[in-house]
């Protein structure tokens, strides 16, 4: 089994910063696949950002490309989530996500772990 946490979330005004970290415990010979997904009240939830185990293949939500970066540091079993030009339309609970499979590019149903979930609200 592998928990994760969720920190780093918040409120924030459009165009502004916020970094999300996820920590892996339990059972952590690193997670393969590592990711985000978020959901905004009545939508599905969706990938946001995902990681390889070496660092050398990611993945992005359209929307989000040139905003986001997502990192990870094996040593510390965490991934990041760099958060930059934040708009309205971002404001969700972002998910953490983590797999031992290669499932960088697959839907929710194909993850295995989940955080609980942080709050980010882009507002003025």
């Known amino acids: 089994q592998v928990q994760l946490v969720e920190s780093g979330g918040g409120l924030v005004q459009p165009g502004g910063s916020l970094r999300l970290s996820c920590a892996a415990s339990g059972d952590t010979s690193s997670p393969y696949s590592m990711g985000w997904f978020r959901q905004a009240p009545g939508k599905e939830r969706e990938l946001v950002a995902t990681?390889?185990?070496?660092?050398?293949?990611?993945y992005y939500l359209n929307s989000v490309k040139g905003r986001f970066a997502i990192s990870r540091d094996n040593a510390k079993n965490t991934v990041f989530l760099q958060m930059n030009r934040l708009r309205p339309e971002d404001t969700a609970v972002y998910y953490c996500?983590?797999?031992?499979?290669?499932?960088?590019?697959?839907?929710?149903?194909?993850?295995?772990?989940w955080g609980q979930g942080t709050q980010v609200t882009v507002s003025s």
């Open positions: 996500a983590a797999d031992r499979r290669d499932v960088i590019t697959l839907p929710p149903a194909a993850w295995g772990y």
């Open positions: 990681i390889d185990w070496s660092s050398s293949s990611t």
